[in-house]
C-alpha cells in the first residue's frame, strides 16, 4: 500500500484525464467507473483525429483500497493523492464521489 493512502484520498484533474481506462483495467478491487463519448477533430491532416471526450468518472470509496495503482498507472496524472480524507456518506451512495466532488479536491495551482 502507498504511505501516501494512509493520510489521504484520490482527486481527479479532469482536463487531463484522456478516458484511456488504464486506471479501471488495472484497479484491483473495479472502484473505478468511466463513461465517455468519441469526438472526432479535423486536424487538417491526412484523416481526422478521434478523441474520448470524458463523460463520467466515479470512485466507490467503499471497494477502494487504497492502494495507488490508479495514480501510478496513469500516464496523464489525471489522479493525485490528496491531504483530505474521504468523508463517508450517511448512505452506501454516499461513498461514490463523482467527477465534480473528485475534481473539488484537485491541489490549486500555485501561481508562478
Known amino acids: 500500500m502507498n504511505?501516501?493512502?494512509?493520510?489521504?484520498s484520490i482527486a481527479l484533474n479532469p482536463s487531463d484525464c484522456t478516458s484511456?481506462?488504464?486506471?479501471?483495467?488495472?484497479?484491483?478491487?473495479?472502484?473505478?467507473?468511466i463513461e465517455s463519448h468519441p469526438v472526432v477533430t479535423d486536424t487538417g491532416?491526412?484523416?481526422?483525429?478521434?478523441?474520448?471526450?470524458?463523460?463520467?468518472f466515479?470512485?466507490?470509496?467503499g471497494l477502494c483500497i487504497y492502494c495507488g495503482i490508479?495514480?501510478?498507472?496513469?500516464p496523464f496524472d489525471a489522479l493525485?493523492?490528496?491531504?483530505?480524507?474521504?468523508?463517508?456518506?450517511?448512505e452506501r451512495q454516499g461513498l461514490i464521489h463523482e467527477m465534480d466532488q473528485l475534481a473539488?479536491?484537485?491541489p490549486a495551482q500555485e501561481p508562478t
Do not use: Y
Not at 466515479?58 to 470509496?61: K, N, Q, T, V
Not at 493525485?80 to 450517511?90: E, F, I, K, L, M
Open 3 to 8: 504511505s501516501d493512502s494512509a493520510h489521504g
Open 20 to 33: 484511456c481506462m488504464l486506471c479501471v483495467k488495472e484497479c484491483p478491487d473495479k472502484c473505478i467507473h
Open 45 to 56: 491532416g491526412a484523416r481526422p483525429v478521434t478523441i474520448s471526450a470524458l463523460d463520467r
Open 58 to 61: 466515479a470512485i466507490d470509496f
Open 70 to 74: 490508479c495514480i501510478d498507472v496513469c
Open 80 to 90: 493525485a493523492w490528496v491531504a483530505r480524507s474521504t468523508v463517508p456518506g450517511q
Open 104 to 106: 473539488s479536491d484537485w
